[in-house]
């Protein structure tokens, strides 16, 4: 079956780039997403990117995929304390419309 | 507020109990879920509807069982609670899926369950 990969605790320092990173088996996925949990509460979309692209920006977020690695990542830049969380990656594909394959998480902790 | 909504937020009680956790949606969308997230944050899709039908039943033992009255919720009930069913629960929609397959989920605020 389909499964998502992710490393799984991340450190930071307050204004650094992060830099978290995702791998996917699944050949026939379509979307990858990347979802932010804040404590205490549920995941949050964040972005996403359709599989024929390699790069997705929006503000301090870049998105990379690289298709023939199955390999995505996704970059904050300037991070602050408010970016810690856990960063969720998941992946729909054509295959199987309707569910998302969701990774373990990454728990992203930036220190002042 | 448009969102989705899930009672009780926190839920403590003996082992061996019944209990049922409730969601409801009212983004108009087709689709729900409940997830599971245990002490390790790892997050398992337990169940998914569409409009009210069963479409995903990964793995979970018989004592749990989803209920769908109408497409706007998805009810959750546990019977003999253990010790292992402590975790926090989500209960998750997403809009119709087209030929895409472009599947944002909306997730409740998630209900915290401990089994003592």
């Known amino acids: 079956g389909e499964d998502v990969e992710q490393s799984l605790f991340l450190s930071v320092r307050e204004g650094d780039s992060s830099v978290i990173n995702c791998t996917y088996t699944d050949s026939s996925s379509t979307y990858l997403y990347w979802y932010k949990q804040e404590p205490g509460a549920g995941l949050q979309l964040l972005t996403y990117i359709f599989s024929n692209m390699d790069m997705k920006q929006d503000q301090r977020l870049t998105v990379l995929l690289n298709k023939k690695d199955k390999h995505l990542s996704l970059r904050i830049a300037d991070t602050q304390t408010g970016d810690s969380a856990i960063y969720f990656c998941a992946e729909t594909s054509s295959t199987n419309a309707g569910k998302s394959t969701f990774g373990d998480g990454t728990t992203l902790t930036v220190k002042p | 507020d448009t969102a989705v909504s899930q009672t009780p937020k926190y839920l403590v009680t003996q082992m061996g109990n019944d209990k049922s956790i409730k969601c409801e949606q009212n983004l108009g969308h087709d689709t729900m879920y409940w997830y599971k997230q245990d002490s390790k944050k790892f997050l398992k899709i337990m169940f998914s509807?569409?409009?009210?039908?069963?479409?995903i039943n990964e793995t979970v033992p018989n004592r749990f069982s989803p209920k769908s009255p109408d497409k706007a919720h998805l009810n959750l009930h546990i019977n003999s609670l253990e010790l292992g069913d402590s975790a926090v629960y989500f209960c998750a929609s997403s809009p119709p899926t087209d030929f895409s397959s472009y599947n944002e989920q909306f997730f409740g605020p998630g209900t915290r369950l401990t089994v003592l």
């Open positions: 509807y569409n409009n009210k039908e069963l479409i």
